[in-house]
């Protein structure tokens, strides 16, 4: 991937979300002096989104089991139950 640069936020970083399981939550978060809530997806078991990082999106929350890609390796998110 490519390095980002905030003036062209095209070539920002890229995750890719896997649901493990129905109704795993993804928040972006803005970025500048207040931290909000930017957009929200809700995946279910098996579904896939690939986000990418821009100017306006710092951060981002994912709340139940899934897989997530970046280019820093696999992370998995929720109870390993």
Known sequence: MTDYRPED??????????????????????RGRDTRLLHTEKL??????????????SAMKIRGRAEIHTRHGIVHSGSTD
């Open 44 to 57: 279910d078991a098996g579904e896939v989104i690939i986000a990418q990082f821009t100017e306006n999106t």
């Open 9 to 30: 936020p095209s070539t920002g970083d890229f995750i890719m979300v896997k649901a493990l399981e129905n109704g795993v939550n993804l928040i972006g978060m803005t």
